[in-house]
């Protein structure tokens, strides 16, 4: 399936939404086609519809409108050329969708995870320090060597392996109630997004799959919450700055505060008509169209003019 602007972050406990956002939590925008005239009041404006749960308004904001029309004219057409789902995989899913799904699956399955949490207490002492110094050699090799990140958003993700392998303690996933809180999270997600089968879930065409997507945001949300990591709380501390602007282009500084640490990471913006948009975003979907073939491909001068802007309150020109 096409790869829509980092979405590729979006399991890893909404890390997109930190890699991608400033947020002053104003009013939601009111047309999600309407993208704010600054690089600072363009990310605002996704954040806001990340903290809204809303990741079809965030699709929206996150390309020019052609470049998106095309992206998902070719999610759409990919789904419909796709052949069906691998057996073994397909099974797995009905399995734990039917288990997160049944009327008594919070205590099902915390039958299932109190002999695995009791075996990783046993197996884990006093090897931690070890493992965690194993985990962000790994960690941090494997994102070096992703060819599809920038050099910003290589760094930006390093800097969240140690926030997160320093945050990271057995104590804290042994933790039974917080282990029942997260599975109760999950089990009412799973219930909302009622997609029992995979090919429920690899029939969705892209809004109606973003729609979901908003469900399932609520629930990693609310799961990481059971472990202490406040997500929207992250995003009501970030900040962005303009770092600079010359013509079409500019570059944004984005911090935000991560279970006790500060993160901050710059990214690239790029005008195209009134509306400002990430720079990655645009030439990953670029690529993904050209690699497509030439019935789909785009270049950025055959991108029309984005819709008048409307500028948060507090944003920089």
Avoid at 7 to 29: E, K, N, S, T
Avoid at 48 to 61: E, H, K, M, Y
Wanted: hydrophobic residues 45%; aromatic residues 4%.
């Amino acid at each position: 399936m096409i790869r829509f602007p980092n979405l590729r972050a979006f399991a890893a406990l909404l890390l997109i939404a930190l890699a991608l956002v400033a947020c002053r939590r104003d009013p939601p925008v009111e047309d999600a086609s309407t993208v704010p005239g600054s690089p600072v009041a363009a990310i605002e404006a996704q954040a806001q519809a990340l903290r809204d749960n809303d990741l079809v308004r965030w699709s929206r904001l996150g390309l020019p409108p052609e470049l998106h029309a095309r992206t998902e004219a070719l999610w759409n057409r990919r789904l419909a050329e796709a052949g069906p789902p691998d057996p073994e995989e397909a099974r797995e899913y009905a399995d734990m969708m039917s288990r997160l799904m049944a009327p008594d699956a919070e205590q099902a399955l915390m039958r299932d995870i109190e002999p695995k949490l009791s075996e990783f207490e046993t197996e884990i002492a006093g090897q931690w320090p070890l493992m965690q110094a194993t985990a962000a050699i790994f960690l941090n090799a494997a994102i070096e060597a992703n060819t599809e990140l920038s050099a910003a958003e290589k760094s930006h993700g390093q800097e969240l392996v140690s926030a997160l392998l320093d945050w990271a303690q057995p104590a804290l996933f042994t933790d039974r109630a917080r282990a029942r809180q997260a599975v109760a999270a999950l089990s009412a997600t799973a219930r909302e997004l009622d997609l029992p089968t995979l090919e429920d879930a690899r029939a969705l065409e892209m809004m109606p799959a973003m729609e979901k997507g908003g469900v399932a945001l609520v629930g990693i949300k609310q799961a990481a919450q059971a472990y202490g990591m406040d997500l929207d709380a992250s995003l009501d501390g970030v900040e962005a700055d303009l770092v600079s602007r010359e013509g079409d282009q500019a570059r944004v500084k984005v911090t935000y505060p991560l279970l006790g640490e500060t993160i901050s990471f710059e990214m690239d913006m790029q005008r195209v008509g009134e509306g400002w948009y990430s720079a990655d975003a645009i030439r990953q979907a670029e690529a993904d169209l050209a690699e497509a073939g030439p019935d789909t491909a785009v270049t950025p001068s055959a991108a029309p003019d984005a819709e008048p802007a409307t500028t948060g309150a507090g944003s920089a020109d």
